[in-house]
């Protein structure tokens, strides 16, 4: 079966844009999260979204917002970027429960210039 | 908080020089301990996933075993196909739902 689906895969924007990625899971995923990756910080948890409510986030601030669709696409944004949101930006699916197995995308490498 | 630490940062080994990738947890109540292997430029790809301590899984040339405090990712007779970075991440009972804390990875490279 198709994997997690991200587009776009690279984008470049300039300071104070905002920038809006999408991810599709898995067919029959619900859950949906999203992960920063920067070669100092790793990888680190943005929010998760199940049935097209937010069901966790993590410690980053609002500029960083998402949105689930009702056939699970998932979508995430960021507003007046800043030079440090430049990273690999990692879409997983999981299934319904918790405790599974989350598959994720190729990631889009976002750079702010 | 949870949190994840991965020793050592970066590895070289010779082709069939066998060892072993650390990863230290502390967590509120352990859900799964997931490890993952990530190539340049790609997303993790999931390799095991271990609920308590004392479980053991193997896959090819990997094996993952899990304590109350840590998990070991042992690489018998590596090749270099097995070169990339190895992450650890756990899942607690707070926060629920999906999310991973990951630390920051093993980069393991092996050589001819």
């Known amino acids: 079966k198709a994997g997690v689906t991200q587009t776009p895969r690279y984008l470049i924007k300039t300071r104070g844009q905002q920038v809006t990625l999408s991810c599709s899971p898995i067919?029959?995923?619900?859950?949906v999260s999203w992960y920063q990756q920067t070669p100092g910080q790793g990888l680190q948890f943005l929010f998760e979204?199940?049935?097209?409510?937010?069901?966790n986030k993590g410690n980053f601030p609002g500029r960083f917002s998402g949105r689930q669709f009702s056939n699970s696409r998932s979508e995430m944004n960021v507003s007046t970027l800043e030079l440090g949101d430049s990273a690999l930006y990692l879409c997983a699916s999981s299934s319904s429960g918790t405790m599974t197995q989350a598959f994720f995308g190729q990631g889009t490498r976002l750079t702010v210039v | 908080e949870d949190q994840v630490t991965q020793s050592p940062e970066a590895l070289r080994l010779q082709e069939g020089e066998s060892s072993s990738l650390n990863c230290s947890y502390t967590v509120s109540g352990l859900r799964g301990l997931f490890w993952y292997r990530q190539d340049p430029g790609k997303g993790p790809e999931f390799l095991f996933t271990?609920?308590?301590a004392g479980e053991e899984k193997e896959k090819e040339r990997l094996k993952a075993t899990l304590t109350k405090k840590e998990s070991f990712l042992h690489i018998t007779a590596p090749k270099p196909e097995d070169s990339a970075t190895y992450l650890c991440?756990?899942?607690?009972?707070?926060?629920?739902?999906?999310?991973?804390?990951f630390g920051t990875g093993t980069q393991l490279k092996v050589e001819l």
């Open positions: 979204y199940f049935s097209e409510t937010q069901r």
């Open positions: 991440a756990v899942q607690g009972v707070l926060g629920g739902g999906n999310k991973l804390t």
């Open positions: 067919s029959g995923h619900r859950s």
């Open positions: 271990l609920y308590s």
